[in-house]
């Protein structure tokens, strides 16, 4: 599966597809437009692409500006967004991870060293022996067909 990504820099249109920071191209078999802020009034919410683009339980990245998010489309239609480096690898690979449940909880398991993510608030709930650690969240909706995330860059 190749991962989509989206740069808010390139041309509306033309997204960037590359898997690490700072770096676009342009593979990937469909167009999408490039992330767009909100209506007017809905400050803050920036729309990443639309639900259509997502495979249900499946990642896929999104490159805005330098900051790459893992997308995560459940199975009752809501998306998930977190950071897409992996805490314990330093790689950035989540958006590859398994997606699953720990009872009504939602979660990604690292495709790295296999620790299990909570897609709600990115606490580590099976750390594997390592320390704990959490990965970034952000809020995201489905809004007439389109993936919004309540964007605040990382500091």
């Not at 009034?41 to 639900?51: K, M, P």
């Not at 249900?56 to 500006?65: C, F, P, Q, S």
């Not at 998010?69 to 480096?85: E, H, I, K, P, Y």
Request: aromatic share 6%; with cysteine; charged share 20%.
């Amino acid at each position: 599966m190749t991962a989509q990504t989206l740069d808010p820099a390139t041309t509306p249109g033309q997204p960037g597809t590359a898997e690490t920071p700072g770096t676009t191209g342009t593979r990937g078999a469909s167009a999408h437009s490039a992330p767009a802020p909100a209506a007017p009034g809905e400050s803050g919410w920036l729309r990443i692409c639309a639900v259509r683009d997502l495979e249900v339980e499946r990642g896929r990245a999104a490159l805005l500006g330098v900051t790459q998010v893992a997308l995560f489309l459940l199975s009752d239609g809501t998306v998930r967004a977190v950071c897409n480096r992996d805490p314990y690898s330093s790689a950035y690979v989540m958006s590859r991870g398994i997606v699953g449940s720990r009872g009504q909880t939602p979660t990604v398991a690292s495709p790295m060293f296999k620790q299990v993510f909570d897609l709600d608030t990115g606490a580590c709930l099976d750390t594997q022996g390592k320390d704990p650690a959490e990965l970034r969240t952000w809020p995201a909706e489905v809004r007439d067909g389109d993936v919004y995330l309540l964007w605040e860059q990382s500091s």
